[in-house]
């Protein structure tokens, strides 16, 4: 286990995959940050905040993942390498583990290669942010949390199609829908939530204090929601990976029910792995 680990380890790093993917976080952080510094010239505005957008990393992983996990762990099965690993010895199980640790891994370090890019770009173009630098590394926690349940959801698709092809074409597809899911939710279920990501000179801080006090209060669309429809769309809230990012970004504090947000992270890690790893062991790989 400990051999196929680093031999893992050792692909994920010497492939091409993880440095494109690494160099695309650093040029899109980076790049986010002479955008914004170029307009704040131009429109001369004196104070910026940009804490909003140190988490939009976060709203893009699940794409990211999606590509990496089907392309290391799916392109095994295209080249014919589980086949020789089960026949060197490894059980399927310890096979479906170090996929998970490896692409975990390489997702936690891209989710820390965006923040801390867009941090010190930030800082050095803009200086103060909202958040406290302990705030900040208490989300990242929680995204972390909730990056390895996005990479164990795509990886469970992906050891389950067998296919390189196909398990970009289903993750992606999934990544959107979640996507398209966690936008309809917050849109919803907010009623206060773009006011919440105005910045203090159009939003004074007496109100955002009222209105992030507030920010769980169901909008006036989901007045009619109760029982078991409300419960669920509650729990997606809390749940889904994208609606926990935009949450990040919109408010200045750690959001109201964080501690959800983790354990339903852990759960799907755990949920979408004991699945993924059930259903591969009884695959016929011959």
Known sequence: MIKLLKAEFARC????VFWLIALFTLVTASSFNFIKYITVK???????????????????L???????????AGG????GTVRNKLIAGNTKTGIYLCHLAVSSVAMAIIQYLFF???????????????HSFSVMMQIQLIGVLGTVAVTAFMLMI?????????????????????????????????EHSMELMAMEDIISPEKY????????VYGVDSESLSGAELAVKEALYDGLFICQAFRFSSERELPYHWEFM??????????TTLIGSVTFRRLDLK
Do not use: P, W
């Not at 790093?13 to 091409?16: E, L, N, Q, R, Y």
């Not at 095994?76 to 080249?79: N, R």
């Not at 801390?116 to 909202?130: E, I, K």
């Open 158 to 190: 992906t050891m389950i199609v067998r296919s390189r092809t196909i398990a970009v074409t289903v993750c992606m597809t999934a990544a959107v829908i979640m996507f398209i899911i966690g936008v309809a939710l917050i849109n919803e279920l907010e």
């Open 262 to 271: 983790a354990v339903y992270n852990i759960a799907i890690t755990l949920v």
């Open 13 to 16: 790093f010497s492939g091409k």
């Open 76 to 79: 095994e099965f295209d080249e």
């Open 116 to 130: 801390f890019t867009f941090y010190v770009c930030s800082y050095l173009f803009f200086g103060a942010f909202h």
């Open 209 to 216: 204090a009222i209105l992030n006090k507030y920010s769980y």
């Open 62 to 72: 699940g794409m990211i993942a999606a590509i990496f996990v089907a392309f290391h």
């Open 42 to 60: 131009r429109e001369h505005q004196t104070e910026v905040f940009n804490d909003s957008m140190l988490y939009i990393g976060l709203i893009s």
